[in-house]
């Protein structure tokens, strides 16, 4: 009787044991599913949001700002993922990974989207913005809207335009300031009909080369000058190669940040609506941090020893002008002057 109590009260503790230790395991898993990391994880919405330039510059601290606001607003719903630095698709190859669906937000350069809608070259042509209000009122007016709008039918939800900022012009053994500094000179554009004639009327070469490429070309001196922002020239060390800058102001560097519609409009509208909010916020935020990004950095340039600086003057700046002037032509015979008045028309 004594043993058989013995065996009891050993199957009872058994017994308990193993109870006890099937709450914990459900205890466990539970909290593996709905962990503060990983709550409501199964229904969370991630973006994919790729660009190709330095985190530290307008477009990358953009981005970032837009995915912390999402999170904020979306407590946590969605996640957007920023992959800068070209890390997963380079300039070249972005458009078609975001019409793939293989990433869910990009922001391309207005050149590199001419190719895909001609029309868009009017944000190309030099000395279109006197200012950066200038700029403002384009990307918030109809025009903005009207080009944003085109995206659609081509699989692309237009969400806003970015700046970076007005572009300069930048010489390798010497400065560029009259016209014909430029003759028979190699240039790095980017792809842009526009930009391959400017430097074409100025007597260069030009050559389209994505921005992954361009730091490993100046290297290898395969370029006699450039355009691009100071904040670019400065966060990718351009200038190291390329001393010779000439504030010149004559184009503007700005995105195009776009979502692959199909996703878009697969989203809940409240969650759609919390992303425009987030993209208002982090548009108007980049609009003011680019311009003291740029304005900082240009201070920084000129305490480099090896940076020769030099400010274009307004009879060299007409002399661009009137070399400038069959791009003009050329965009109105093809597309006609409304968007130009349009563009010129709030100036006077
Ligand atoms: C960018 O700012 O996205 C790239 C500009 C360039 O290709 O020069």
């Known amino acids: 009787m004594g043993k058989l109590w013995k065996l009891w009260v050993l199957l009872l503790m058994i017994g308990i044991g193993l109870v006890a230790w099937n709450v914990s395991r459900q205890a466990d898993q539970e909290r593996i599913v709905y962990d503060d990391e990983q ?38 719903r969605v996640k957007v993922e920023v992959f800068a ?8 190859e972005e458009l078609d990974a975001l019409l793939r669906g293989d990433v869910q937000m990009i922001a391309p350069s207005f050149s590199k989207v001419t190719e895909l809608i001609p029309e868009w070259q009017v944000l190309d042509l030099p000395f279109l913005f006197r200012d950066d209000d200038d700029v403002r009122r384009v990307f918030t007016g109809k025009v ?48 842009s009909e526009v930009i391959d004639k400017q430097f074409r009327l100025l007597g260069g070469e030009p050559v ?19 355009e691009n922002t ?24 700005g995105y195009a940040v776009m979502m692959n519609r199909s996703f878009w409009d697969s989203l809940p509208k409240e969650i759609q609506q919390k992303i425009a909010e987030a993209m ?3 548009t108007q935020w980049n609009l003011r ?20 600086l030099y400010l274009l003057s307004e009879e060299e700046r007409k002399r661009w002008e009137q070399k400038f002037a069959p791009l003009y032509k050329e965009f109105t015979r093809q597309f006609g002057s409304r968007m130009l008045n349009e563009i010129k028309g709030f100036r006077e």
């Open 144 to 191: 903005g809207a009207e080009l944003l709008g085109m995206l659609e039918e081509k699989g692309i939800k237009g969400l806003a335009f970015w700046s970076n900022g007005f572009k300069q012009m930048m010489g390798t053994t010497r400065p560029l300031i009259e016209p014909d500094d430029f003759r028979g000179l190699r240039f790095r554009i980017m792809p």
């Open 208 to 226: 389209a080369v994505s921005f992954d490429h361009v730091y490993r070309a100046l290297e290898q001196h395969e370029f006699d000058g450039q």
């Open 230 to 253: 100071i904040s670019n020239i400065y966060s990718k060390g351009f200038y190291k190669f390329q001393p010779y800058i000439t504030i010149s102001n004559h184009g503007y560097l």
């Open 39 to 76: 709550k409501g994880l199964q229904k969370q919405i991630i973006i994919y949001f790729s660009h190709v330039v330095a985190e530290n510059t307008p477009k990358g601290l953009a981005a970032q700002k837009f995915a912390e606001l999402v999170e904020q607003k979306t407590n946590g």
């Open 85 to 92: 630095n070209g890390s997963l698709y380079s300039d070249g």
């Open 289 to 308: 941090q680019s311009k003291a990004q740029n304005e900082r950095e240009l201070q920084q340039l000129k305490q480099q020893k090896s940076v020769q």
């Open 280 to 282: 208002t916020e982090a």
